[in-house]
């Protein structure tokens, strides 16, 4: 399969599609594809990016003060522009409905906001739950072999490959728990699942 690339419906659709094509295909035959990309969304776009370019967004700084104000020796007040939460954004954080980093920013002139989803380990670890709940055939992760810059999703992917455990989870206390539970379908989860594995 294909990465799914909304973050924002991720948890909600994953399970329904999942329990679609295992009514249909072996488990076994069906293999969970991963991602270490960074999404955005907003509006009805998803666009694919780097670590490091969703980083170069939440990291723009405004210099807050007058251009004659800043000399020598004056403190001055940076901000975040795009995480800032005295300007009611999210900044950088963990999102337990997503089960991922993400953040929220303004677009320039009005042209609404958008959320990045940060992959890495943990978020990661979360979408191997699907493969055991399932009884997948495995798990496999996008081609990244073009790109550094990408988020390290391979902590989590390790341990899972080598011995099917997903002990990235076993010391950490600060994390909502998210249980992965098979979908009940119905007929217009059904058809709605239909059109998303299309």
Request: proline share 4%; hydrophobic share 40%; glycine share 6%.
């Amino acid at each position: 399969m294909a990465p799914y690339r909304d973050q924002a419906t991720f948890r909600l659709t994953m399970p329904e599609i999942l329990q679609y094509l295992t009514e249909r295909v072996a488990p076994a035959k069906l293999i969970l594809t991963v991602s270490p990309y960074a999404t955005e969304t907003g509006g009805e776009t998803v666009n694919v990016m780097s670590l490091a370019q969703a980083m170069s967004i939440a990291t723009r700084v405004t210099v807050r003060a007058e251009a004659d104000a800043i000399t020598t020796s004056t403190n001055i007040k940076i901000a975040g522009t795009n995480i800032d939460k005295d300007e009611g954004l999210t900044g950088i954080r963990w999102s337990a409905d997503t089960a991922t980093v993400a953040f929220s920013y303004k677009q320039a002139q009005g042209a609404g906001s958008r959320t990045i989803y940060l992959e890495n380990f943990f978020s990661i670890g979360f979408k191997l739950e699907l493969v055991g709940t399932y009884k997948l055939g495995g798990v496999a992760v996008e081609d990244a072999s073009d790109n550094e810059f990408l988020g390290d999703i391979w902590p989590a992917l390790i341990p899972f490959v080598t011995s099917g455990n997903r002990s990235c989870f076993s010391q950490i206390q600060d994390l909502e728990p998210w249980e992965v539970k098979a979908a009940k379908t119905n007929q217009r989860a059904r058809s709605k699942t239909r059109a998303a594995a299309r």
